[in-house]
């Protein structure tokens, strides 16, 4: 934004809608951001997306070491059958106080790993257990996300409809096709969007980028409140403030990237 001072570009921000976008196992939050920069920018065009790292230093090979320089990041650790976990508590603990430095956040966005951690942290928060001091979430893009499979976390985080607004990204040849159909009847009315693609952050055709953008449009409707005819003002969690609608796009937020990034990022087993 060229000519823009800070104190503008603060204030350009907080009229956006803030997004926690949570990475892929072993890989890292510039890699994701490089991923979703596959999308046409105007979907995100009102959205500010925080990107961080994982807690942890991957603790193996990473899938993605042919294609993106380390360091690669995880955000907790999973036996063979994703029943057992390690570090998720502490993981669960960084975010929330992530979240409450560096937010209050309206939504969130995850790729496979990051996406089954998103939406158990939005359920744990409807159920009262974290995130008490934080204005509610209110909106999940998932892509490639699944269930966790410990019963205790089952009885507590899918007992009953998730009740935010969704989009769930499911692949036709994803190796975690099956458990991303599971998450997405965790829901209240869920929105599916296929791709012909694997476990990847797809590239969008025609179809989805009209169906996503809708679904966008709609989560930044219901921020919008009306104090007069024709005056519309925002309410955004990250301002906390009725604003002007005032929004500049900035295209180069997105990093475009021309090839295909495949991943098996995350998790339980077909």
């Known amino acids: 934004m060229d ?10 921000n907080s009229k956006k809608l803030k997004v926690l976008c949570l990475h892929g196992f072993r890989t890292g939050g510039s890699f994701l951001r490089k991923q979703i920069g596959k999308w046409d920018p105007s979907i995100f065009q009102d959205f500010l997306l925080d990107f961080p790292d994982g807690i942890f230093l991957a603790g193996g090979k990473s899938d993605i070491e042919d294609i993106y320089p380390p360091p690669y990041f995880e955000w907790f650790q999973f036996n063979k059958d994703f029943t057992e976990y390690t570090n998720l508590e502490e993981c669960i ?26 939406a158990l942290l939005i359920s744990y928060q409807a159920k009262g257990k974290i995130l008490k001091d934080h204005p509610p979430i209110k909106f999940l893009v998932s892509i490639s996300g699944c269930k966790f499979r410990d019963p205790k976390i089952c009885d507590i985080a899918y007992k009953d409809p998730i009740k935010v607004k969704s989009v769930h ?19 209240d009315s869920p929105l599916i969007l296929r791709h012909p693609q694997g476990h990847t952050v797809p590239r969008l055709d025609e179809i989805n980028v009209k169906n996503l953008s809708e679904w966008t449009r709609s989560i930044l409707k219901s921020s919008i409140t009306y104090d007069a005819p024709g005056v519309e003002t925002w309410k955004t969690e990250a301002n906390n403030a009725n604003i002007k609608q005032a929004v500049v796009a900035d295209p180069k937020s997105m990093e475009a990237t021309d090839s295909e990034l495949p991943m098996k990022g995350m998790s339980p087993p077909r």
Do not use: H
């Open 3 to 12: 000519g823009v001072n800070g104190l503008e570009k603060k204030e350009m």
């Open 93 to 118: 603990l960084y975010l929330c106080d992530y979240m409450t430095k560096n937010g209050p956040f309206d939504g969130m966005l995850g790729f496979s790993q990051g996406a089954t951690l998103s």
């Open 169 to 187: 990204f499911i692949g036709d040849k994803d190796w975690l096709r099956q458990p991303s159909e599971e998450l997405t009847a965790a829901f």
